[in-house]
């Protein structure tokens, strides 16, 4: 079974940074695709960024491209956001996900990964 497990969310204003980690474990894929999601209140939970294991090629939504960047740490089974020039409209819980094998044209859509953590909650205030 794999476990997917977040941390590093927290307030910021506006123009701050802060670095997610996801650790994730049990895995039986040699790869995969890990991607980072966010849902605010009230709206449907979309795709920010996403990297294929096997070839650390990334992927990121056009809202966050320039400010984020997703990365991997192998030796410690760890995915990483790093966010910076943060805006209130990051605000969110974001949510770190997998799926065996590597990432498609439709890496942004959440029922396509079947694991996932729990979330870190994260805040920009103006």
């Known amino acids: 079974q794999v476990h997917v497990v977040e941390s590093g969310g927290g307030s910021v204003q506006a123009g701050g940074s802060l670095r997610l980690s996801c650790v994730i474990s049990?895995?039986?894929?040699?790869?995969?695709?890990m991607g980072w999601f966010r849902q605010a209140p009230g709206k449907e939970r979309e795709g920010v960024a996403a990297?294929?294991?096997?070839?650390?090629?990334?992927y990121y939504a056009d809202s966050v491209k320039d400010r984020f960047t997703i990365s991997q740490d192998n030796a410690r089974n760890t995915l990483y956001l790093q966010m910076n020039s943060l805006k209130p409209e990051d605000t969110a819980m974001y949510y770190c996900?997998?799926?065996?094998?590597?990432?498609?044209?439709?890496?942004?859509?959440?029922?396509?990964?079947?694991?996932w953590g729990q979330g870190t909650q994260v805040t920009v205030s103006s």
């Open positions: 990297i294929y294991t096997g070839s650390s090629l990334t």
């Open positions: 049990g895995y039986t894929q040699s790869s995969y695709c």
């Open positions: 996900a997998a799926d065996p094998g590597p990432c498609g044209v439709g890496w942004r859509r959440s029922e396509l990964f079947a694991y």
